[in-house]
């Protein structure tokens, strides 16, 4: 009896250790998110993190939005930190929180968030996972285009909608923020240089695969 009640704790035991092997290769980490090296070039972005680039053509592919007016929008709202919240100041300078909920890449508030994970489904979401970040951009820029009427290459309003709201951009208090119409035309002339920056590496990239095949 010793003996076969041995043999079956053995055996669980192997049976338990090979689906926790299973069970944890099926459970790759993905790739550790952090701030690139150099935001201003977005081939350099592409470059250094491949699985970034990825998720920029998935979330064009899935909401029809250009990768660099969504890149451009995570460089002004983050500079592609993924873990930052805008602080919160008192009258002397001394730091006392946060000034709001927005948060990690595209510094979305909860409310926002929340709205953007019932729609798609993706309640497992952060907002510190690029992938995830990028997909929300698109998401917003879609919803803006449907809601406001804003063009998909059109950086400037598509920044003013993503800061103010879809309502708050109708209202038209961005009119009288001069600050607030530097950020987007910051982020216009950010999508013109990723755009161009893009062009250009893209036409590399196409000559590099065609010069590999053509010496195979």
């Not at 470059?47 to 920029?56: G, I, L, S, V, Y």
């Not at 006392?96 to 990690?104: L, P, R, T």
């Not at 952060?126 to 950086?155: C, E, L, P």
């Not at 910051?186 to 590496?201: D, G, I, K, N, T």
Request: glycine share 8%.
């Amino acid at each position: 009896m010793r003996a076969v009640t041995t043999t079956r704790a053995l055996g669980a035991v192997v049976i338990a250790l090979a689906l926790a092997g299973c069970a944890s290769r099926s459970r790759a980490p993905a790739p550790v998110d952090t701030q690139p090296r150099n935001v201003a070039n977005i081939c350099a972005i592409f470059d250094e993190k491949p699985h970034w680039a990825q998720a920029a053509r998935a979330a064009e592919q899935r909401w029809g939005t250009p990768q660099h007016v969504k890149m451009a929008i995570i460089w002004r709202e983050s500079t592609f930190r993924p873990n930052v919240r805008p602080p919160r100041f008192d009258a002397n300078g001394r730091r006392i929180g946060y000034a709001s909920s927005a948060y990690g890449f595209p510094q979305a508030i909860d409310g926002t968030w929340a709205w953007y994970q019932r729609e798609t489904g993706n309640m497992r979401a952060q907002r510190s996972n690029f992938a995830d970040a990028i997909d929300f951009v698109g998401w917003y820029m879609n919803k803006t285009r449907h809601m406001n009427g804003v063009g998909h290459y059109d950086a400037f309003r598509h920044y003013l909608n993503y800061h103010e709201g879809h309502t708050g951009y109708v209202r038209g208090r961005w009119r009288s923020n001069p600050s607030l119409q530097t950020w987007a035309r910051q982020v216009e002339a950010q999508a013109a240089l990723y755009s161009a920056q893009l062009a250009r590496c893209g036409r590399t990239r196409v000559a590099d695969a065609a010069g590999v095949t053509g010496s195979s």
